[in-house]
């Protein structure tokens, strides 16, 4: 009797376990625990910084994910990977064809803002999406239909290759910081608006390729108001030994994008590798087809689109690293302590230089994912994330700021020389 009395106690004690193990997994790996708060700014306190911190509260104020799992930084992510941003809308947009010297043809999409900004001015925001992506990714429609409904023109770039019903029309493709197809589209927005005032945006790889560009050359920062770059990752050299490292699953991340690209790089490979072309690649397609991470497809293919001798010279030559102490525009970089893709060391980068220079500021938050920043109650997102919210206070804060100075310190208006890179005119 006393046996089958203590079986059915056992086998209660050993549910009551179970669930405990994986409550307690749950809590780990959804990171219940950790606090949220404000995002951690290093600044230097100048007027126009107090300015700002009063004016985009974005900065200032909690940010507050999901309860139930947006404090994790996988799931911000996977989530922003997999379905991009909630009820995406979208905008209606022109797009615009520009042939670049070497033979390759550049797009971009035009979005005309839906009200009058608030300072009354024509103000455009250029913006350099993520790797191997373009205009039509859900959290680009997102932050173009927010931007637009505030005010802004929108001008989005499309990576060469990108997008899957265009064709290359040269044996060339984006990489991770050639800067010649956004100089390009800039260049179209300065000659085809005057007037206009820029606000320069980078998501990710983009956020490299636009610092990149400000800093390359002088005469690219006139016209712009401001620049602002979201998770990217500084230093591609840098970040090559710890996309190795299985710590955050970052090795596991380098597969995926790493066969993400693989796919871009197939559909295309009768331009890039077929016919007689003095200009195609040689590669090797066997190395290709069995490329488990980005470094290998960028040894074997990608530092070959610009003659880059070694993957060490094509990290060096196209991070932004080299170039961003140049940018003297106000900047505010944004990461995430848990972003799984960039490293921590990394973040010495965008620290130190928001430390040394005035017109930086980085901003910091415990969650977020890559790109992620989603926000919500407990466990549905809203449509607009944190990330679009702050980009855009920002903005508005630029352009007030820049309004109420005196005429003489105004951001130039008038043309002009023609950014650095590629040479460009609309398509007929």
Known sequence: MNRHIQLPAMFDGMKLAAVATVLYILVRCL?????TAPPDLIYQDTPLNRFLLKSCPQLTKEYIPPLLWGKSGHLQTA???????????HPCGVRKFLPMQDGATSTFDLFEPLAEHRTGGDITMVI???IGNHSEKHYIRTFVDYSQREGYR??????LGALPNIELTSPRMFTYGCTWEFSAMVGYIKKAYPQTQLIVIGFSLGGNIVCKFLGENRNNQERVLCSVSVCQGYSALRAQETFLQWD????????LMADNMKKIILSHRDSLFGGTSSKRIDADLSRLYTSTSI??????IMRKFHG???LKEYYEKESCVHYIHNVNVPLLLVNSADDPLVHDSLLTIPRTLAEKKQNVVFALTLHGGHLGFFEGAVLFPQPLTWMDKVIVGY???MCQWDKQKPPCQKSATSSPPQAEGGCAEEKA
């Open 154 to 159: 929108c001008a989005v770039l499309n990576h």
């Open 128 to 130: 350099c999406p993520g």
């Open 308 to 310: 880059h001798s070694s």
């Open 395 to 397: 903005a508005n804060a």
């Open 248 to 255: 955050q699953c970052r090795r596991f991340y380098n597969f």
């Open 295 to 300: 470094m290998q497809i960028d040894d074997n």
């Open 79 to 89: 989530l922003y990977g997999k379905l991009g941003r909630v009820s995406s809308p």
């Open 31 to 35: 990171n219940l625990k950790s606090p």
